[in-house]
């Protein structure tokens, strides 16, 4: 079993829906992620936290907004999205890297697999 | 510049025999770290092996292997006694020290396993 966490594993929306991605992990990472992956393509990283703050966030549209409301939880909140934003959404975590690390992997959950209608 | 170059986009063996998926790497970073994870079609992102710039000796973990060969910056996964189940996408990552947080991706190599 993943020892991260993904709700809900498959979501149908349309354009005007508001709805939220939910990511937990209980394994004290400090690092948490978002990817994007569509169908035979390596995940596209969108967003990480590190120690709850944003830390990267690779020009993603505003209709994707991230939200860490602890150290075990991650959100990401949808709203307005359109029909190319159907993908798989990969939430990971790991225990975050200084620069003195060169570990630590990815432990990913098992997605959540975007329609929008 | 692509960090991650896998040249293979599919791959085919025969069940119980060995295959070799070939990963390259480009950093000037003197630290960084190697990943392989196997990504079913279920989409699970599942972690198979790890190996630090540091690491003198390949990486083994059960079944998997990664051929370091550091001089031509190259990480091949090598499975042997290949099982119907390693059917599945396989994606080469590199993290770099002086980054942190961020992992790239090469763009996977598909393996079918035939019976």
């Known amino acids: 079993d993943t020892e991260v966490t993904q709700t809900p594993k498959h979501l149908v929306m349309g354009m005007t829906n508001k709805k939220s991605l939910k990511c937990e992990q209980h394994?004290?990472?400090?690092?948490m992620y978002w990817y994007k992956q569509k169908a035979k393509k390596p995940p596209e990283l969108m967003f990480v936290y590190s120690y709850e703050k944003l830390s990267i966030n690779e020009s993603v549209p505003s209709r994707f907004s991230p939200e860490c409301p602890n150290s075990s939880l991650l959100n990401l909140h949808l709203h307005a999205l359109q029909p190319e934003d159907s993908a798989l959404y990969l939430c990971?975590?790991?225990?975050?890297?200084?620069?003195?690390?060169?570990?630590?992997?990815?432990?990913f959950g098992e997605g959540s697999r975007l329609t929008v209608l | 510049a692509q960090k991650i170059t896998q040249t293979q986009p599919g791959m085919f063996v025969q069940e119980k025999e060995a295959v070799t998926l070939d990963c390259t790497y480009d950093t000037s970073d003197q630290s960084y770290g190697l990943f392989w994870y196997k990504q079913p079609s279920s989409g699970e992102m599942i972690f198979l092996i790890y190996?630090?710039?540091?690491?003198?000796q390949n990486a083994t973990e059960g079944r998997y292997s990664l051929n370091f060969q550091k001089a031509r910056k190259s990480a091949n996964l090598v499975i042997s006694a290949s099982q119907l189940g390693d059917s599945a996408m396989y994606f080469c990552a590199m993290r770099e020290v002086n980054t942190g947080n961020q992992f790239y991706f090469g763009t996977g190599t598909s393996l079918t396993v035939i019976p």
């Open positions: 990971a975590s790991s225990q975050g890297a200084g620069l003195h690390r060169d570990t630590g992997e990815l432990f």
């Open positions: 190996q630090g710039s540091y690491d003198e």
């Open positions: 394994m004290g990472h400090r690092a």
